[in-house]
Nanobody
């Protein structure tokens, strides 16, 4: 069974940076598209970004493009989400997800999920 474990969340101030990590196991990591989603209180889970298995394609939600960067290291089965210029509306639980598809931009594209890590941005 695929296991995804997020880490790196926390409480930061507006304008700060944070890097989330997601360690994957029980899968051939290099064969999966990896994604990040988030869910704020009272809102539906939304797509943040994804990266293809061969590093060659990344996709971002409009709300985070230019501020967030996804990267991965297939040698250590880890995907990252670098978040810069954080805003209060970035506050959410952030989830890592894995997809067998070559491109993933919706929740339905992803079959495996982590437990989430809380990011709180205070003003």
């Amino acid at each position: 069974q695929v296991q995804l474990v997020e880490s790196g969340g926390g409480l930061v101030q507006v304008g700060a940076s944070l890097r989330l990590s997601c360690a994957a196991s029980e899968l051939t990591f290099s064969s999966y598209t990896m994604g990040w989603f988030r869910q704020a209180p009272g809102k539906e889970r939304e797509f943040v970004g994804s990266i293809s298995k061969n590093y060659d394609n990344t996709y971002y939600a409009v709300a985070v493009k230019g501020r967030f960067t996804i990267s991965r290291d297939n040698a250590i089965n880890t995907v990252y989400l670098q978040m810069n210029s954080l805003r209060a509306d970035d506050t959410a639980v952030y989830y890592c997800a894995a997809s067998r598809y070559s491109r993933g931009v919706t929740s339905a594209d992803f079959g495996s999920w982590g437990q989430g890590t809380q990011v709180t941005v205070s003003s």
